[in-house]
């Protein structure tokens, strides 16, 4: 029962911020949102373009490994313990 909780939360939210937001709010979220997204595309692609060995694709734990590309090319979205 704790689960679900995720998927029904959003519905009524969406409700509340539509009855209580105005344009300038969205704009100012939107706006933050598109400042946020810039450092975090900055790391992807500096993770993608470095070697798995880089301290930008290291593992949580020991004995993690990177999930690679072809031609070696980390995927920075994922980790896997293998």
């Known amino acids: 029962m704790y689960g679900v909780r995720s998927y029904l939360l959003p519905f009524p939210v969406a409700f509340i911020m539509g009855e209580n937001l105005d344009k300038d709010d969205l704009r100012?979220?939107?706006r933050w949102i598109l400042l946020l997204?810039?450092?975090l595309t900055v790391?992807?692609?500096a993770q993608y373009n470095?070697?798995?060995?880089s301290i930008?694709?290291?593992g949580a734990s020991v004995g993690t490994r990177q999930l690679e590309y072809a031609d070696s090319h980390v995927r920075?979205?994922?980790r896997s313990a293998m």
Do not use: C, D
């Open 76 to 78: 920075a979205s994922a």
């Open 56 to 58: 930008l694709n290291v």
């Open 28 to 30: 100012k979220f939107g």
């Open 50 to 53: 470095a070697p798995s060995s």
């Open 37 to 39: 997204l810039l450092p």
């Open 43 to 45: 790391l992807e692609v």
